[in-house]
């Protein structure tokens, strides 16, 4: 199996800030890599697909980038509303995999 | 427009086999190229893939659930059933069903069904 490694853990910022979070797969999954936020009790929804296809209807502040074994996904200005953990998903081979998550809080 | 909406029991005994169901609405199980995955959260926890089906029937697993896992359709009734065997608390979490393609990763997903399994 593909193993996502998603760094870092979590983080603490402050509204405005630029932010990147990193997930390594095991191999080279070409770019079928999505990107998902999660806020509490909800469901996940997804921000970013094919590694850097922005999903309609998300804030272009989200960007993602990489291909083969590194990806990150960037918010530019954080806003209120972005506190949440993210999550990246390969989606080239099955099984698919997640990452471990990425909980951004307000500093 | 697409839904999706899990359903199934809330509490489960140890060794029981849980049984859970995804209906869905706004798309094809068939003459579609989407299939759909289930993908389970332990309270707290991070997300986990556990399976999918395509339209043709073909299936998809976790490696390290395969054995105890089962999934299918049932496409006139619009359902995907997923089947755990053999559950443990371990297995306590919310499960989700999502629709997906491996060019689009999961695009919609149902709001989650939470299971908890004790005696």
């Known amino acids: 199996d593909i193993q996502m490694t998603q760094s870092p853990s979590s983080l603490s910022a402050s509204v405005g800030d630029r932010v990147t979070i990193t997930c390594r797969a095991s191999?080279?999954?070409?770019?079928?890599l999505g990107w998902y936020q999660q806020k509490p009790g909800k469901a996940p929804e997804r921000l970013i697909y094919?590694?850097?296809s922005l999903q309609s209807g998300v804030p272009s502040r989200f960007s993602g980038s990489g291909s083969g074994t590194e990806f990150t996904l960037t918010i530019s200005s954080l806003q209120p509303e972005d506190f949440a953990t993210y999550y990246c998903?390969?989606?080239?081979?099955?099984?698919?995999?997640f990452g471990q998550g990425t909980k951004v809080e307000i500093k | 427009q697409v839904t999706l909406k899990e359903s199934g029991p809330v509490l489960v005994k140890p060794t029981e086999t849980l049984t859970l169901t995804c209906t869905v609405s706004?798309?094809?199980?068939?003459?579609?190229?989407?299939?759909v995955s289930w993908i389970r959260q332990p309270p707290g926890k991070a997300l986990e893939w556990l399976a999918h089906?395509?339209?043709?029937?073909?299936?998809s697993y976790s490696t390290s659930l395969k054995s105890r896992l089962s999934i299918s359709k049932d496409a006139s009734k619009s359902q995907v059933v997923l089947t755990v065997t053999n559950v443990d608390p371990v297995d306590t979490g919310t499960y989700y069903c999502?629709?997906?393609?491996?060019?689009?990763?999961?695009?919609?997903w149902g709001q989650g069904t939470l299971v908890t399994v004790s005696s």
């Open positions: 998903l390969q989606h080239g081979t099955y099984p698919w995999t």
């Open positions: 094919g590694a850097s």
């Open positions: 706004g798309f094809s199980l068939i003459k579609t190229r989407m299939g």
């Open positions: 191999q080279g999954i070409r770019n079928d």
């Open positions: 999502a629709r997906g393609h491996y060019d689009e990763a999961l695009d919609y």
């Open positions: 089906i395509f339209p043709n029937d073909e299936e």
